[in-house]
């Protein structure tokens, strides 16, 4: 019984492969909690020149709001692969291919997701291509937690990448939808303290630049209690009146 149950549990074994860990900028990346990204053609909301952040983007973009520390490539069409990680620099910043930026703060990220609304800690990442008529590739995006070493979210289709054409040209108007990414507290990969990096890998770009900007699931309005209380009682008020319609009785009739 003991004999067979080790050979099950090896079987088992060999159908389930491991993750494997990810290299990056030098570094090794765990992945074992890893969630998995995908990339939708729905156009998210917003430009980057008006009211979302850029984290990595090509040359020519406008000053941040909040001052927003971003990474700038100063791609202007020469360069064929993207391989950058985001960098918390005022005014924008460049580390250099496949080289650690300088990581954002977890609270700050949370603070400004807050600010807009994102209150369960929520976003998207809209991805601005611009080409030639031909379509570039994503190859990968990660979201890593740099204290901690993990690797929190990644898009990394295999095999190929993901083509991507252009839809809206012009430099600041995303053409699809990555996510979605959380920041949530209360689980092992993510603490408030801990430090953040975003990475880009794109081949074939033909055109440029190509950028990536953050942009905050923002939650309705939940009413407050005492704006449920008032529509219930204005429900029942409108269900009365109803009743005493039907029964040939006018509500404001005085005796």
């Not at 971003?70 to 960098?87: E, H, R, V, W």
Request: glycine residues 12%; negative net charge; aromatic residues 12%.
């Amino acid at each position: 019984m003991t004999k067979w149950l080790l050979t099950a549990a090896t079987l088992l074994c060999l159908a389930t492969p491991a993750k494997a860990d990810v290299t990056l900028g030098g570094v090794t990346w765990n992945t074992d909690n890893t969630q998995i990204l995908q990339v939708t053609p729905v156009v998210p909301g917003g430009n980057q020149p008006t009211n979302v952040q850029c984290i990595i983007c090509g040359d020519n973009q406008p000053q941040q709001q909040l001052d927003f520390g971003y990474t700038n490539f100063k791609n202007s069409g020469n360069l064929s692969d993207i391989l950058y990680f985001s960098t918390n620099v005022s005014k924008g910043g460049d580390p250099g291919l496949d080289t650690l930026g300088i990581p954002y703060d977890g609270s700050f990220l949370r603070a400004y997701l807050t600010a807009t609304g994102a209150t369960t800690f929520s976003f998207n990442v809209g991805i601005d291509v611009n080409d030639t008529g031909t379509p570039q590739t994503l190859e990968s995006f990660y979201m890593l937690n740099y204290t901690q070493g993990l690797v929190l979210a990644a898009f990394s289709p295999e095999p190929g990448g993901y083509l991507l054409t252009n839809a809206n040209n012009g430099t600041g108007f995303p053409d699809y939808t990555l996510g979605t990414f959380t920041l949530a507290l209360g689980t092992p990969q993510f603490n408030e303290g801990d430090q953040i990096l975003f990475f880009a890998r794109m081949s074939g770009a033909n055109d440029g630049p190509d950028s990536f900007f953050l942009n905050p699931a923002v939650q309705a309005a939940v009413p407050e209690l005492s704006t449920w209380a008032m529509m219930i009682v204005g429900f029942f008020g409108i269900g009365g009146l109803t009743a005493l319609r039907r029964r040939g009785e006018h509500p404001f009739r005085f005796a």
